[in-house]
């Protein structure tokens, strides 16, 4: 029964793969992956290992760091675009979205920091905490920012030229 349901679900995530909005959705899920692990690194070297900053100016500017290859990588390998960025159509958007990740997740990572320093933890534990909530912030707007994401980028299929008919 459980394997039927897993070959079942298997199936219909390859055959999403195989549609265009599944293709975008994978490139979009792995940028995610690759700008998630951007942003966790750097969040644990400044504030858990370096002890540069606080939680919430770390947590800034490791999502700050995240940000530019997300927007690269999605816009040019999730989304196929090249050439100039907009900045009113796309870069603007994008760093908007960006922000009100930030927003999300600096509430969660001040959120996290006050209770694991009301709970006296130490800094290993408060930096899992930090850490966890910044994720845990990002993943709740995963959705939200594809489907805006997929209409930002939206690429114009190229209208096939007539062919020359000989006389």
Do not use: C
Request: a positive charge; glycine letters at 6%; aromatic letters at 14%.
């Amino acid at each position: 029964m459980l394997e039927a349901m897993i070959s079942d679900a298997v199936r219909r995530l390859w055959d999403l793969y195989h549609q265009p909005t599944g293709k975008k959705l994978f490139r979009y899920a792995m940028v995610s992956v690759i700008s998630t692990g951007v942003a966790q690194f750097t969040l644990f070297m400044v504030f858990g290992v370096l002890r540069v900053w606080s939680a919430v100016p770390s947590n800034i500017f490791a999502n700050a760091v995240a940000t530019v290859p997300s927007y690269y990588l999605n816009r040019n390998w999730a989304w196929g675009k090249s050439g100039r960025s907009h900045v009113l159509r796309e870069v603007l958007p994008f760093w908007v979205l960006s922000f009100a990740g930030m927003t999300l997740s600096i509430v969660t990572v001040g959120i996290a920091q006050d209770w694991g320093h009301s709970e006296h933890f130490g800094h290993l534990e408060l930096s899992v905490m930090v850490n966890g909530a910044n994720l845990l912030a990002f993943a709740l707007l995963w959705v939200l920012k594809f489907m805006i994401f997929n209409r930002m980028f939206r690429v114009t299929p190229l209208v096939a030229e007539p062919e020359l008919v000989e006389a």
